[in-house]
């Protein structure tokens, strides 16, 4: 059976080289058993490094350890279906049922009583922990903004903390696509993270998104910097690549011979998502040549033409052509620009444009998760390789011409000199 699997979230045989991002979740989980606090947590990379896979392996971990947890995603129409409220779901369907009418079960009358949370309300500019004891929750709520909810989500902490007849540890939520949330989740969930810290509050963020997250955060609130720690997800280094493509074949009583590792690990360049791809056609290959139990030198490199083709047509081809024409043409002069960092103003110059009027295609392409800006004027694909695919594309080409006719028109001058122009120019550029 082949074991390896690419796609999107999608747990791995052998989920290698994030134990120290792990550690750093266990040692959360170890100081608040004896009442220490520790800071919330942003794990942060490209697209398909391994951050949704590591979260939720990290969400598996503090609901086996006792801990009362909400799993959500944020979405390109944040708008319309707000993160919290998703959590204010899953907190109400994950909260221990207590006998007593102790704290907890206070705080669980009240999160039902709130019909959702929405950006719509007129904001409460309130956020205090434990605000919300003195409300029963007999009375509707009706809809709250995020303030106020992650107040009362606070509450429900601090109700995990006071409560003697739970075991529970406390409130962790794992946060996915974090960078998409509305500026007023973030601000909200920033100050509670704060909060919680100030006040001793059993209460943990764990957050994954783009690289951009910690600049979103810090936008919504500017001291989130110091809040959080955060951990980059990158690519595995080569002997977690190894791994990552000899565990699962192990299992199996597989092996890999070592020319074929080479190429693999050379091709994927660390890149979990890559690594899956070809190790999953490099299988396919051996074992329709029913050679199973060993992936040869050869089978690797058809498999890793059968992958390549693969990644082009899903990984890159599929978030190609999501993009409208004009979005194409701004990825393309990225592209074109060949480093992993491109300015605004170059993308512009080279579109003939005002970064100014660029803004909002850029602002789409963000949106979409196609790229990412950390600093201000500086852009970067999300996709790890997009430039490179971008280059073989039609936009590609098209923009180079318009590009390049345009370096030899500079050279002409405006009135006489004519003559000494080399019109051979037109022709060979
Ligand atoms: N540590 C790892 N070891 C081996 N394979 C991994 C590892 N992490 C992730 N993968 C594999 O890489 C692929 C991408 O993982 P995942 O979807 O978690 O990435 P991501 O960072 O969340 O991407 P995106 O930004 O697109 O959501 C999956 O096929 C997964 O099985
Ligand atoms: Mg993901």
Known sequence: MN???PGAGLRPAAL??????????????????IGLM??????????????????????????EDGWITARVEGAASAEDRLVLDQVRAELIANLPETKSKGPLQKMRKLMTSIESVSLSVSPSHTLSAGMSFSQTGDEPKGPIDPAEFMGIALSVARAV???SSTTAHGVMLFIDEMQLLAKQELSA????????????????????????????????????????????????????????????????????SEGALALVVNE??????????????AWAVASSAKRVNVISEADAKDGITRGRAELEAGFYASRWHRATAAERKYMAAMALAGSEFSTTD???????????SLGPTR?????????????????AFTVPGMGGFIMQTPEADDLKREISGDAVARQIPDEEGVATVDEHMYYTT
């Open 268 to 281: 994927a360049r660390g890149y979990p998502y890559f690594l899956q791809q070809y190790g999953k056609e």
């Open 363 to 379: 602002a789409k392409l963000i949106e979409r998760g196609f790229i990412y800006s950390s600093y201000r004027g500086q852009i």
């Open 38 to 63: 520790d800071r919330s947590m942003i794990l942060k990379g490209l697209r398909g490094v391994g951050k949704t896979v590591l979260l939720n392996e990290m969400w598996r971990i503090a609901r």
């Open 16 to 33: 290698v080289g994030r134990d120290p991002v792990i550690g750093d979740l266990r040692t959360i989980i170890d100081r608040t058993t």
């Open 3 to 5: 074991p390896y699997v």
């Open 161 to 163: 903390k006071d409560d």
């Open 189 to 256: 969930i920033t100050y509670a993270c704060h909060k919680a810290g100030q006040d001793e509050i059993p209460f943990y963020v764990i957050g994954a998104g783009l690289p951009d997250l910690p600049t979103r955060l810090a936008e919504a609130r500017s001291y989130a910097e110091r809040l959080f720690t955060y951990r980059d997800i990158d690519r595995l280094d080569d002997a977690e690549a190894r791994d990552a493509l000899i565990i699962p074949a192990y299992k199996q009583a597989v092996t890999w």
């Open 346 to 356: 170059a993308v512009a110059s080279a579109l003939k444009r005002t970064a100014q």
